[in-house]
């Protein structure tokens, strides 16, 4: 272990002091919770340089080390979680030979990083990784380390194979259909190759409620599980859940439900070396709400990235102003309310939901974020970019309108006004002349 992991692990008064001018290690995105031993994993890197020192702060000769430590439950100042060192290991991080120590053009290093043993070969223990920078082999003071997430480091995972009785949208209606409506989840377990892993013995699942952004829901009567599942990985290496969620989203601030799968730990602590998994998020509701119908009303699609989208400043008064009260300045008033109320809802038209799941299913992927109108709860994510609103979304509804109707009425209604101001204008000088 480094001086410098090893004064990271020390008390907030021993650890280093840095200057708020100091280059900073920083990584993005951080690995997945839960990895497998033995199989390489990547470790982008990157050094942020301050502002005031961007012209003069030499990198070229900046390499990186990287140590294995144990995290702690002592908090340091900024909310770090404590560490601690690894006797031995040296031998249990492996640093791949196509990795990257120096920073490219891009300051960014990408190190290829393996970890030897498993953290049931430890106490169950979570570790971390540690990377510090060095500048001609010493180390650069300047340069503040960076530390990875927790790492819980296993044999198996579970992963779901396939998740049934929602709707496409991620809709569920928990009234809709009779009591004996659930969500069905086909569940494998499988090794560091993706291939599916076969127990020596059945293993116990445990369920657990959460919602979408990872909090764990405080009701656990919520989480029926249904007696017609096994809620358990079979000697084939399969499983099932089958499950309902007795509440609707909108009773808990419109929030997702997930539910977080892992084996029975207290049934053989054995199976500490199986990571969990967490299902996709589902927006609960009762029913598919009836709208009467309306008479002449064409359905459209509403395509979020194709639809015109409106004038950052719709429309300018050209022709002069008059006090309070006069159809110019009413007209420019209107006007500029519009072109605020529109920035408005386009601000809004999709917020935040939550993140997809990582490809091998061990939790969130931080880069991919999802995002949800909050009219009509569509949602949309990196790989489903041309997402269509609702017919009766009121965002897309107002975008629309706003867009082919009311715009082009605003430009007409302006050039009539400027239009009869002339006109005014006119009559007044040549009433003045005659005079």
């Known amino acids: 272990m480094s001086k410098r992991a090893a004064a990271f692990a020390q008390s907030d008064d021993k650890r280093p002091k840095y200057d708020g001018n100091d ?19 990547d470790l982008n890197v990157f050094l942020d340089v301050p502002e005031a020192r961007k012209h003069g702060a030499p990198t070229n000769d900046v390499t990186l080390h990287v140590d294995l430590m144990y995290v702690t439950e002592e908090t340091h100042a900024g909310g770090a979680r404590g560490t601690a060192p690894i006797i031995g290991s040296a031998s249990l991080l492996e640093i791949l030979p196509s990795s990257s120590s120096q920073f490219g053009a891009n300051m960014c290093a990408t190190l290829k990083l393996c970890i030897k043993d498993t953290s049931k070969d430890h106490q169950n223990r979570d570790f971390t990784v540690v ?31 396939e998740m049934t009785g929602i709707d496409d949208d991620g809709l569920w209606y928990k009234d809709q259909g009779g009591r004996d409506k659930a969500i069905s989840l086909k569940l494998q377990m499988v090794d560091k190759d993706g291939s599916v892993a076969l127990p020596s013995q059945r293993i116990p699942l445990r369920c657990k409620l ?22 358990q990985i079979n000697e084939d290496g399969f499983g099932d859940i089958k499950y309902r969620i007795e509440d609707v989203s909108k009773n808990h601030q419109k929030n997702s439900f997930c539910v977080h799968v892992c084996p029975d730990f207290k049934f053989n602590p054995a199976f500490t070396d199986i990571a969990p998994v967490l299902s996709p998020p589902v927006n609960v509701k009762s029913k598919v709400s009836k709208r009467p119908k309306q008479e002449n009303k ?82 949309k994510s990196a790989h489903k970019q041309q997402t269509k609103h609702q017919t009766d979304c009121f965002i897309a509804q107002i975008m629309l309108q706003y867009s082919f109707e009311v715009y082009h009425h605003l430009a007409d209604l302006l050039k009539a006004v400027e239009s009869n101001s002339e006109d005014q204008n006119q009559t007044m000088g040549e009433s003045s002349s005659s005079s």
């Open 23 to 41: 280059m900073r290690l920083r990584i993005s995105p951080m690995p997945s919770t839960h990895l497998f031993v033995g199989h390489p994993f």
């Open 131 to 161: 990377v510090s920078a060095l500048r001609n082999g010493a180390v650069a003071d300047d340069i503040r380390m960076v530390v990875s997430n927790p790492l819980k480091v296993v044999k198996f995972k579970l992963v779901i194979a």
């Open 210 to 231: 959460m919602y979408g952004n990872g909090n764990a829901v405080g009701n656990t009567n919520l989480l029926k599980i249904s007696p017609e599942c096994s809620q």
């Open 298 to 379: 064409q359905p459209y699609s509403y395509a979020a990235d194709t639809m015109p989208k409106p004038e950052p400043q719709p429309l300018k008064i050209t022709g002069p102003r008059t006090g309070p009260g006069s159809p110019q300045q009413s007209m420019h008033k209107v006007i500029e309310w519009a072109g605020m109320v529109i920035k408005g809802i386009e601000s809004m038209e999709w917020v935040l939901y939550g993140y997809e799941h990582q490809a091998d299913g061990s939790g969130a992927d931080m880069s991919k974020p999802i995002y949800r109108c909050p009219a009509c709860n569509v949602t």
